[in-house]
């Protein structure tokens, strides 16, 4: 019976999809953080700022759904943002064992300081791509992430979690 499988080589992870996606990761991570050294914050805790900023009283299982981020993890990101006196937490009037996030004003500053440094290295991770390129990876990625949502070990519910907050009066 002939082997019809492909030879085990480093050319053969190089190009894997996985591989590179991870690679990209690698490179996004270090770019935001050369670019937003001076703000002490990592992707995902500026990403759970603004979600804190947009949805004031949020609490941390729905602010997970909204950033597609492991719960058990976000309780360490939600404790360094409380350390750093960036989001304070606050008891639901309807549940006290329930916490609520919310900025403070040191949050609020942050957030508006560090805009232009991620912006910044938004636009160095596409840079090396012309703007065709650009526009068109955006779109595939979009495209990918959304049709493969179900498949993550934290898909996105952003829009479950938005709609039940705003049926808590929040």
Excluded: W
């Excluded at 050319?11 to 953080?33: E, K, S, W």
């Excluded at 606050?90 to 942050?110: E, F």
């Excluded at 990918?144 to 049926?167: I, Q, T, Y």
Aim: charged share 25%.
């Amino acid at each position: 019976m002939p082997n019809n499988s492909k030879p085990i080589t480093m050319d053969a992870v190089y190009t894997a999809p996985g591989y590179l996606f991870r690679r990209m990761q690698q490179i996004a991570v270090a770019l935001f953080v050369e670019e937003c050294r001076a703000f002490d914050l990592t992707p995902v805790q500026y990403a759970a700022l603004i979600a804190i900023h947009t949805h004031p009283g949020i609490d941390a299982t729905r602010l997970s759904a909204v950033i597609a981020f492991d719960r058990s993890t976000l309780g360490n990101v939600i404790e360094r943002l409380e350390a750093k006196k960036l989001i304070e937490r606050k008891p639901s009037p309807g549940d006290k064992r329930v916490k609520l996030l919310y900025l403070t004003k040191a949050g609020a500053a942050i957030l508006r300081d560090i805009a232009p440094s991620v912006d910044r290295a938004q636009v160095r991770m596409l840079q090396p791509l012309k703007a065709g390129d650009r526009k068109a990876l955006m779109a595939l990625l979009s495209q990918l992430v959304d049709l493969n949502n179900e498949a993550s070990r934290v898909p996105l519910r952003a829009e479950d979690a938005l709609e039940h907050l705003g049926k808590s009066g929040l």
